[in-house]
């Protein structure tokens, strides 16, 4: 049976760990699936790759290049995560063996999603697929039905933002 991975935390890593799962199953000829939530961003690292990854490892967007307002999301950006939840269980259906939701915590968390309608996705995961959320806020009722969860948190970090191509996107 499938496990529930959950990675959420104010720390640095928290998509970093999916994908490096999601990377494990490639390497082994398994099927990764990945929808990321409240981004839409195509220059990345993790939605570049997906050619070179076929057919193993897919990957949707759902979220404009913006942020998101998270005290007053719009309703482009629910519309939005609505669709990701629907693709999520689309693609359940093919019974991958890994399926990452990318920043569904934070989604729930704000209410662009409702909780309840990712835990009756939660309730319908086929036997053999893993699923890992990530998200850096969660609800309590998420958690609570996580197998495995991991908080990421962050001790050190420099005083101006970090990017570097290949290792912050």
Same mark, same amino acid.
């Given at each position: !049976?499938?496990? =529930?991975?959950?990675?959420?935390? +104010?720390?640095?890593?928290?998509?970093?760990?999916? /994908?490096?799962? %999601?990377?494990?199953?490639?390497?082994?000829?398994?099927?990764?699936?990945?929808?990321?939530? !409240?981004?839409?961003?195509?220059?990345?690292?993790?939605?570049?790759? !997906?050619?070179?990854?076929?057919? #193993? #490892?897919? =990957?949707?967007?759902?979220?404009?290049?913006?942020?998101?307002?998270?005290? *007053?999301?719009?309703?482009?950006?629910?519309?939005?995560?609505?669709?990701?939840?629907?693709? %999520?269980?689309?693609?359940?259906?093919?019974?991958?063996?890994?399926?990452?939701?990318?920043?569904?915590?934070?989604?729930?968390?704000?209410? /662009?999603?409702?909780?309840?309608?990712?835990?009756?996705? &939660?309730? *319908?995961?086929?036997?053999?697929?893993? =699923?890992? &959320?990530?998200?850096? #806020?969660?609800?309590?009722?998420?958690? *609570?039905? %996580?197998?495995? @969860?991991? !908080?990421? @948190?962050?001790?050190?970090?420099?005083?101006?933002?970090? +990017?570097?191509?290949?290792?912050?996107?």
């Amino acid at each position: !049976m499938g496990k =529930i991975f959950l990675y959420y935390g +104010t720390g640095a890593g928290k998509t970093t760990n999916a /994908l490096g799962l %999601a990377l494990r199953c490639v390497g082994h000829g398994l099927r990764a699936i990945v929808i990321q939530f !409240m981004k839409g961003r195509k220059d990345i690292g993790e939605y570049k790759v !997906m050619e070179r990854l076929k057919p #193993y #490892y897919e =990957i949707y967007q759902f979220g404009r290049i913006d942020w998101v307002d998270l005290r *007053n999301p719009s309703e482009e950006d629910k519309i939005l995560a609505r669709r990701g939840l629907e693709k %999520a269980e689309e693609v359940l259906k093919r019974k991958p063996h890994l399926l990452v939701l990318d920043e569904i915590c934070l989604a729930a968390f704000i209410g /662009l999603i409702d909780t309840e309608s990712v835990l009756k996705l &939660l309730n *319908n995961i086929p036997d053999e697929t893993d =699923i890992v &959320l990530t998200g850096r #806020y969660c609800p309590p009722e998420l958690i *609570n039905r %996580a197998d495995i @969860v991991n !908080m990421v @948190v962050e001790v050190k970090a420099p005083r101006e933002i970090y +990017t570097r191509i290949g290792i912050t996107h």
